[in-house]
């Protein structure tokens, strides 16, 4: 209302000003509910908790420092890990429990940052340009923070949800390891992160040239198999050479893998994700390919690698070794094949047409490792048409696209458990200015304070009827 008086007093020309203004209030949460974000943030970035050179439980004593002083009862509050270095935090929000509850998942680690790779120090949160500087700006302490910040606010507003939130921060989804807090939390309080579904990393708004185009929801995520291929051979002097050679065994069964594509297809995820990239490029094969057409897929596939794999498992060639001596016959090749599977593939398949298409009986195909599958959090329709509304009335015009990310989060370890899991946060990054896991990593501003708001109304959404 006080906005409308203040068109009346404003000459012409300023009027489109005025609307904005009021638009980009609507955006973001009251300047004290910021400002406690902000502060949350800042301590937390400030923190190094680096993968393998920082501890992670001062960040969750942090966390439970803030929820006690906001009344947060200790019954309520679980610090403990894998590792006494490596403690999770485990928050609970209590509803009237008519409904499973929601967790809301955040990751503390962070990557390695060196003081001399970066322009400035990444473990002070640096505010300059519009942008917020500091190793976890992005990946993942701005989750981490708005889900305390958030939690905090509901309780002072005395919010009562339908169902339980439960906010989890948790140790070392960077590189995986024996930390690993969500897959210890399974293992050993399940009843503590126990959920309907869970809202996470993996999904967050795309802009170009300043543009907001898209906000992403993470409903799947591709998984990894590693094959390591060998040849053995009883070898011999080079002066006599025979055609059964390790190297050409192993080599012919790489060329033809470098000549092979596993079979192109949609799921109901990719096929939604090229639906919604069909209408925001403008790009008629995209539709196409979200109706089936194998003629669309081949061309699309052609045109970047990033749709080729969201079409198909692929597998590469990654490493090689072989030969012991410049004069001596090979008596071992071997390589590793990395794949990144769709998760409609199973593991028996990947391997069987892998070996069909080395077509070789001395090329031996052993898997490394355990490969963890996934399966895809199934489309929602409650969470995907609650961030679809959320997002048109925030930023009208941008579209919500679900997608299947080709890397890892820690979704992975719930969705095995059978607690469904999104990539969502409503924090906008340019897409060709993706900075997580490197240097001078940075997070708007804005985009900030608008994922705070995105995510308040988030849950309170799907928490109320
Ligand atoms: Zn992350």
Not at 127 to 154: C, H, M, P, S
Request: contains cysteine; aromatic residues 10%; hydrophobic residues 40%.
């Amino acid at each position: 209302m006080q906005n409308l008086r203040l068109l009346k007093v404003f000459p012409l020309f300023l009027v489109p000003f005025a609307f904005a203004a009021a638009l980009a209030a609507q955006t973001t949460r009251p300047q004290p509910e910021k400002d406690l974000a902000r502060a949350i943030y800042k301590e937390f970035i400030e923190i190094n908790s680096g993968f393998t050179s920082g501890p992670t439980t001062p960040v969750a004593e942090a966390a439970a420092a803030r929820l006690r002083a906001a009344g947060f009862p200790d019954s309520d509050i679980f610090l403990d890990g894998a590792n006494p270095r490596k403690k999770n935090i485990v928050v609970r929000y209590h509803g009237t429990g008519a409904r499973k509850p929601l967790l809301l998942l955040a990751h503390i680690d962070v990557v390695e940052a060196l003081r001399a790779d970066w322009t400035m120090d990444p473990f002070t949160l640096n505010e300059r340009d519009g942008y917020f500087y500091g190793r976890g700006t992005g990946d993942d302490k701005a989750q981490a923070a708005v889900w305390i910040a958030n939690l905090i606010q509901y309780k002072k507003e005395g919010f009562k949800p339908d169902r339980d939130i439960i906010v989890a921060l948790t140790a070392d989804e960077e590189g995986g390891g024996p930390f690993n807090g969500v897959e210890w939390l399974i293992k050993n309080h399940r009843d503590l992160i126990d959920a309907e579904f869970a809202l996470n990393e993996g999904g967050w708004g795309e802009s170009a040239n300043g543009k907001r185009l898209s906000n992403d929801v993470q409903v799947s995520e591709k998984y990894v198999i590693n094959f390591r291929l060998e040849v053995h051979n009883k070898g011999g002097h080079s002066s006599l050479p025979v055609a059964d050679n390790a190297i050409y065994h192993l080599a012919g069964a790489l060329d033809r893998l470098s000549k092979f594509g596993f079979p192109m297809k949609t799921d109901e995820v990719t096929s939604a994700y090229f639906r919604q990239m069909a209408k925001i490029e403008h790009n008629d094969d995209l539709a196409k390919v979200a109706d089936g057409s194998q003629e669309a897929m081949t061309r699309v596939a052609a045109a970047a690698a990033q749709w080729n794999a969201g079409l198909r498992t692929t597998c590469v060639a990654t490493q090689l070794e072989g030969g012991h001596a410049v004069n001596a016959l090979p008596q071992l090749a071997a390589a590793t094949v990395n794949c990144r599977v769709l998760p409609g593939d199973s593991v028996e398949y990947v391997q069987s047409t892998l070996q069909k298409v080395f077509a070789d009986d001395k090329v031996e195909v052993k898997i490394m490792g355990e490969p963890s599958k996934g399966p895809a959090s199934p489309m929602r329709p409650d969470v995907l048409n609650a961030v679809t509304s959320l997002t048109s009335k925030m930023w009208p015009g941008v579209a919500t696209v679900p997608i299947m990310v080709m890397g890892a989060t820690d979704g992975k370890y719930l969705r095995i458990a059978g607690i469904p899991c999104y990539g969502v946060q409503g924090f906008f990054f340019d897409r060709d200015d993706i900075r997580f896991h490197g240097r001078d990593e940075r997070m708007g501003v804005d985009a900030f304070y608008e994922g705070q708001a995105f995510l308040y109304d988030l849950v309170k959404s799907l928490s109320s009827k």
